[in-house]
């Protein structure tokens, strides 16, 4: 699609000129317009606007005012200004919110790189600045391409490459999201005007032109210098192309989507890492994570001799075995699990210890339970303790699961012990919980 910028016929002054990429003649697809850059940044202007109101619901979502330990960005000073304590309802919250923010920011990928495209000739425009405003505006320009690729690249790495920045994705994918939202934001200002100009413009021409087909181009709007002034041969419509667009879109949509469901819908997603894997089947057959094994943790530290479950409060500690957790009272629910790498399972029915009932067990009133920070087995590497707020640890459905699908947890799911709690995400849901110690963290 292409063209060699050198063949065909130009314009005699191009003709030396076009070799330089800083020459509008260089650039020579007759696709590139205003017409074009402005339906897709409309798009992407709804879409990143998405993506950075999810991604901020994400973040609040592990709690990180909360303790030391849920808090991924430490320093992340006055940009945690939104933070709330994450509620309980409607329990699938984080596995919509987590499911539109990884779905769409994939989904958006053909978009973005349409879009950089048809602006590109402008990157090599010169003299590199006209005053201090327009260099201004390209320093803007530089943050906005540069901190699109940025969180594009790490999100993307870091849902298929299993982590691969492992503590320092959440501050990379944090900070970056907020230096390119202010360039977003900046550049939206300034040129959202010309693209609903542009196509509310060529919406009424198209109109005007079926009145009066002799009626010329109506007068510049802005966005002309897209416009090659040696445009080759058309191959595709600039319709064409965006359809080819949209259906790159579909395509990455359809083979993601998947993952946020059960069943077969989960084999459709050959783009996702776990995705296309089988969770195999009964009532263990959903998602895993981190497997016991990946984790360090071996059937003899879980057995019913050696465990042993610490639980602390203001009341004093006790320390309960499988069985006598079994001996409590025991509750169902039904609940998903939603992992903030955009892969979610259906709702399973867990059965297990209320955490209000452990913590009236250490010297609390269940409806004034307290924070809990909760530690598991595992001794190395990410997620191996996590804290819960209060409103969490008081809903009735949040449990210290022994149980799910009416079957004892397997190895991989946490056996002897784990947490779930509504509309919490993934992560938060620590798996061979070893100690729970209960008060204001
Ligand atoms: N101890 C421990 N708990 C853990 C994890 C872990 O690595 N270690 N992974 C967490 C994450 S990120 C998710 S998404 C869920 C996954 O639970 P599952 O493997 O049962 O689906 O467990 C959570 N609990
Ligand atoms: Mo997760």
Same mark, same amino acid.
């Given at each position: 699609?292409?063209?060699?910028?050198?063949?065909?016929?130009?314009?005699?002054?191009?003709?030396?000129?076009?070799?330089?990429?800083?020459?509008?003649?260089?650039?020579?697809?007759?696709?590139?317009?205003?017409?074009?850059?402005?339906?897709?940044?409309?798009?992407?202007?709804?879409?990143?606007?998405?993506?950075?109101?999810?991604?901020?619901?994400?973040?609040?979502?592990?709690?990180?005012?909360?303790?030391?330990?849920?808090?991924?960005?430490?320093?992340?000073?006055?940009?945690?200004?939104?933070?709330?304590?994450?509620?309980?309802?409607?329990?699938?919250? =984080?596995?919509?919110?987590?499911?539109?923010?990884?779905?769409? %920011?994939?989904?958006?990928?053909?978009?973005?790189?349409?879009?950089?495209?048809?602006?590109?000739?402008?990157?090599?425009?010169?003299?590199?600045?006209?005053?201090?405003?327009?260099?201004?505006?390209?320093?803007?320009?530089?943050?906005?391409?540069?901190?699109?690729?940025?969180?594009?690249?790490?999100?993307?790495?870091?849902?298929?490459?299993d982590?691969?920045?492992?503590?320092?994705? =959440?501050?990379?994918?944090?900070?970056?999201?907020?230096?390119?939202?202010?360039?977003?934001?900046?550049?939206?200002?300034?040129?959202?005007?010309?693209?609903?100009?542009?196509?509310?413009?060529?919406?009424?021409? %198209?109109?005007?032109?079926?009145?009066?087909?002799?009626?010329?181009?109506?007068?510049?709007?802005?966005?002309?210098?897209?416009?090659?002034?040696?445009?080759?041969?058309?191959?595709?419509?600039?319709?064409?192309?965006?359809?080819?667009?949209?259906? %790159?879109?579909?395509?990455?949509?359809?083979?993601?989507?998947?993952?946020?469901?059960d069943?077969?819908?989960r084999?459709?997603?050959?783009?996702?890492p776990h995705?296309?894997s089988e969770p195999g089947s009964g009532p263990a057959g959903f998602q895993i994570n981190k497997t016991a094994a990946s984790r360090g943790i071996t059937a003899a530290e879980t057995s019913?001799?050696?465990w042993?479950?610490?639980?602390?409060?203001?009341?004093?500690?006790?320390?309960?075995?499988?069985?006598?957790?079994?001996?409590?009272?025991?509750?169902?629910?039904?609940?998903?699990i939603?992992c903030?790498e955009?892969w979610?399972t259906?709702?399973q029915?867990w059965?297990g210890?209320?955490?209000?009932?452990?913590?009236?067990?250490?010297? =609390?009133?269940?409806?004034?339970?307290?924070?809990?920070?909760?530690?598991s087995l595992q001794?190395?590497g990410a997620f191996r303790?996590?804290?819960?707020?209060?409103?969490?640890?008081?809903?009735?459905?949040?449990?210290?699961a022994l149980f799910v699908n009416?079957e004892p947890l397997t190895p991989d799911h946490g056996y002897p012990a784990r947490i779930i709690?509504?509309?919490?995400?993934g992560v938060?849901n620590t798996k061979w919980v070893a100690?729970?110690?209960?008060?204001?963290?």
């Amino acid at each position: 699609m292409v063209p060699d910028p050198l063949s065909g016929v130009l314009p005699a002054y191009g003709r030396h000129m076009a070799r330089s990429p800083s020459s509008p003649a260089f650039w020579r697809s007759p696709v590139r317009g205003p017409w074009f850059t402005s339906v897709l940044g409309v798009v992407l202007l709804v879409g990143i606007t998405v993506l950075f109101v999810t991604g901020l619901l994400s973040y609040a979502s592990y709690n990180p005012d909360l303790s030391p330990v849920n808090d991924k960005t430490p320093d992340k000073g006055v940009l945690g200004f939104y933070l709330f304590s994450w509620p309980t309802d409607p329990p699938w919250l =984080y596995r919509l919110n987590q499911g539109v923010h990884v779905t769409l %920011g994939i989904a958006l990928i053909p978009v973005l790189l349409a879009k950089l495209w048809s602006v590109v000739p402008k990157l090599f425009a010169l003299p590199p600045a006209r005053s201090l405003a327009h260099a201004l505006e390209r320093i803007s320009l530089l943050l906005l391409v540069g901190g699109a690729l940025f969180e594009f690249v790490t999100g993307v790495l870091n849902v298929q490459l299993d982590y691969l920045f492992p503590g320092s994705f =959440y501050p990379l994918h944090f900070y970056g999201a907020w230096v390119f939202f202010a360039a977003f934001v900046t550049h939206a200002v300034l040129r959202v005007p010309t693209a609903v100009r542009n196509l509310r413009g060529l919406r009424d021409e %198209g109109r005007l032109r079926e009145e009066d087909p002799l009626r010329g181009d109506a007068s510049p709007r802005g966005g002309e210098e897209l416009v090659s002034p040696a445009p080759a041969e058309p191959t595709v419509s600039r319709r064409g192309a965006l359809w080819f667009v949209g259906g %790159g879109s579909l395509l990455l949509f359809g083979t993601t989507v998947g993952q946020n469901f059960d069943g077969p819908l989960r084999a459709t997603a050959v783009l996702a890492p776990h995705g296309g894997s089988e969770p195999g089947s009964g009532p263990a057959g959903f998602q895993i994570n981190k497997t016991a094994a990946s984790r360090g943790i071996t059937a003899a530290e879980t057995s019913e001799e050696a465990w042993r479950l610490v639980v602390e409060g203001r009341g004093g500690t006790v320390r309960l075995s499988r069985e006598e957790l079994l001996g409590l009272s025991l509750h169902s629910s039904a609940l998903p699990i939603a992992c903030v790498e955009g892969w979610s399972t259906s709702d399973q029915w867990w059965r297990g210890v209320r955490l209000r009932d452990l913590a009236a067990l250490v010297g =609390y009133e269940a409806d004034a339970a307290p924070d809990v920070l909760v530690e598991s087995l595992q001794r190395r590497g990410a997620f191996r303790r996590a804290a819960l707020r209060d409103n969490q640890v008081r809903d009735s459905r949040s449990l210290l699961a022994l149980f799910v699908n009416g079957e004892p947890l397997t190895p991989d799911h946490g056996y002897p012990a784990r947490i779930i709690v509504p509309a919490a995400p993934g992560v938060l849901n620590t798996k061979w919980v070893a100690r729970m110690t209960f008060g204001d963290l």
